[in-house]
């Protein structure tokens, strides 16, 4: 298993400013990603960040709107861009710490945003 | 394209009852499928797994998951209902040929009263 801390827990942001969460794991970990929970639908994956390579994202997110990095294994942020309250959303990470499509992930306690 | 289908959106049960949350799935080879819970103000914690063998898949917390090829179903079961269960369950599937991303269902909600 795997420890995962997400920065911040919540906030309240105004429309068109950004916010960068920070995905903190306790070990090292190959793949790492980002889900979007919107109230009361389910997860929906933006993007898959592996370090050293550029993330990979889902039909329908764009780097520009959620710019990612991943700059070592324990580590990843993701920022929310030129926000709206479309955006208002929980946004979770998550590890797979062994490659192969059997391995479950583990999230974080994700982060609630809400856009005025 | 894969997916994952969760028909209820709240499931109610008296607790020390049997539970039954119900998942189907679609995929376009054999599946691997997960069960996670979200507790209020939480993330999802891993409840269990289906790979290959054993159609019955015993996990976490006393529950319980009946995969079922023909019927394309893997419905997660509890024997007792506590009324700790109460949380929001996720149902999700991956292909289990090369490596594919994470689909999954839409939740239902789990209430036990006492």
């Known amino acids: 298993s795997a420890v995962i801390s997400q920065k911040p827990s919540r906030d309240i942001c105004q429309r068109g400013t950004s916010l960068t969460i920070q995905c903190q794991v306790d070990s090292q970990v190959t793949m790492m990603f980002w889900y979007r929970q919107q109230p009361g639908q389910s997860l929906t994956l933006i993007a898959t960040a592996n370090q050293g390579s550029e993330a990979t994202y889902e039909s329908g997110f764009v780097i520009d709107k959620f710019p990612i990095s991943r700059p070592n294994l324990t580590f990843s942020t993701l920022t929310v861009s030129n926000m709206s309250p479309e955006d208002s959303s929980i946004y979770l990470c998550?590890?797979?710490?062994?490659?192969?499509?059997?391995?479950?992930?583990?999230f974080g306690p994700g982060t609630r945003l809400t856009v005025l | 394209a894969q997916s994952v289908a969760q028909p209820e959106d709240q499931v109610n049960v008296a607790e020390g009852n049997p539970l039954t949350v119900k998942c189907t799935y679609s995929v376009s080879g054999n599946p691997y499928l997960f069960w996670y819970v979200q507790y209020p103000n939480r993330g999802l914690q891993f409840l269990l797994k289906?790979?290959?063998?054993?159609?019955l898949v015993k996990g976490s917390y006393g529950f319980e998951a009946e995969f079922n090829k023909s019927q394309t179903s893997f419905h997660l079961k509890k024997p007792s209902a506590l009324v700790s269960d109460s949380a929001l369950y996720f149902c999700?599937?991956?292909?289990?040929?090369?490596?594919?991303?994470?689909?999954f269902g839409k939740g239902t909600m789990l209430l036990v009263s006492p």
């Open positions: 998550s590890v797979e710490p062994s490659w192969g499509g059997y391995n479950e992930q583990f």
């Open positions: 999700a599937v991956r292909e289990n040929s090369g490596y594919s991303t994470l689909t």
């Open positions: 289906y790979i290959t063998g054993d159609n």
